[in-house]
């Protein structure tokens, strides 16, 4: 499977399907971050809340000794590698998902490529800085994949799972199904640790062209840290690391790295994710009861509700100090969706009773 040296050229596909919802191309760069404020209360980030804990934020302090030296990734890839019973060759630690996807970008000689939709966005808004611009496979309702919908030519094939912001699980033996010798394609894991056991992960399973994107900085609190990884072929985990910045991930991110996949770190994920279930149940039954509708059987730790007048409440709710994710910067989803982070049980019946508030408060 072909990888660029320089470049992968572009593309003249049209990327929306007739009749989908279109998006602005500059809406793809919007995340939750920039829905909160000074004095909201957060639902808008999918970052687990009173991270890291104790014996993490240790670690990275002691790491803090080692800065004068350049940082070395050799022993967090063989310990990355050796959790998901992989080759240190099949592992590239990133910095955070995201530049995970703008390697993938750089190096993928694709012809068409293909982004699976509703799907976080910034794989397409990776391939779009290159010159790409991908085909749009829009799920429709209730956004499982159906591998059928995906064009056999696609050389590139790009989808999450969980997805962000439907939180829907695809079952692992759906997306193998699009594995092909000639194809390059990249499951998206970043919320995979919020589903106990991860059953439907790919990333200890090897196809062809199979690539996995795994965060640290979600279920951990790490987001100002950056920290994730990719697992692949070694001769494309090779083309990336060759296209990375030297020493791009940094000490303290390198020991994140390490501690994370450590059974303590895994055993404390999976509690977490047992526990998590039970509040997004809470959440999606009081999202339910206001009359919204739910996107069923979410698995991530966050929720995708369409309700009537989203943008409108989305405002008042910020008016009543809750800040949630606009949602139709997603390609397939449009202004009556809305995407709420699971949170405890105690912020989650408060922000119920806003909204209750703000829905009440809309003009007849």
């Given amino acids: 499977m072909p990888v660029a040296s320089d470049d992968c050229g572009s593309t003249d596909h049209e990327p929306d399907q007739a009749g989908q919802h279109v998006v602005d191309h500059h809406g793809l760069r919007h995340h939750g971050d920039s829905e909160v404020g000074p004095g909201l209360v957060d639902l808008a980030v999918n970052v687990r809340q009173g991270m890291p804990p104790e014996w993490l934020r240790e670690i990275l302090i002691s790491s803090m000794s080692e800065i004068s030296a350049y940082p070395n990734a050799e022993r967090a890839t063989r310990i990355v590698a050796e959790h998901h019973g992989r080759n240190p060759d099949e592992v590239l630690l990133t910095v955070g998902a995201a530049e995970a996807f703008t390697l993938l970008a750089r190096v993928c000689a694709t012809a068409k490529p293909v982004v699976v939709h509703p799907q976080f966005t910034e794989p397409e808004a990776a391939l779009r800085a290159v010159g790409l611009v991908p085909d749009r496979v829009v799920l429709p309702e209730p956004f499982v ?73 979600k279920t951990w609190g790490l987001a100002g840290l950056r920290i994730g990884y990719v697992i692949g072929p070694p001769e494309l985990v090779a083309a990336m690391r060759e296209a990375q910045p030297l020493w791009a991930v940094s000490t303290p991110a390198l020991a994140a790295a390490e501690a994370c996949v450590s059974p303590r770190a895994q055993a404390e994920a999976a509690r977490w994710a047992e526990e998590m279930a039970g509040r997004r149940q809470v959440l999606a039954d009081g999202l339910t009861a206001l009359g919204g509708y739910v996107v069923p059987e979410a698995r991530g730790s966050f929720v995708c509700v369409r309700l009537p007048h989203a943008l409108r409440l989305r405002t008042l709710l910020r008016e009543k100090g809750f800040a949630v994710r606009r949602a139709d910067t997603f390609p397939g989803l449009g202004p009556e969706w809305l995407r709420v982070a699971v949170r405890d049980d105690e912020t989650t019946a408060a922000f119920l009773a806003a909204l209750k508030e703000a829905r009440d408060d809309l003009p007849a």
Avoid: Q
């Fill in 145 to 217: 994949l159906d591998a059928s919908l995906v064009p056999d030519e696609a050389d590139l094939v790009m989808i999450g799972n969980p997805t962000n912001p439907t939180s829907v699980l695809h079952p692992a033996a759906t997306i193998a199904k699009l594995a092909r010798e000639w194809r390059y394609l990249v499951v998206d894991e970043a919320f995979a640790d919020c589903v106990p056991g991860e059953p439907e992960s790919l990333a200890s399973v090897r196809l062809p062209g199979l690539v996995v994107v795994r965060s640290l900085t």
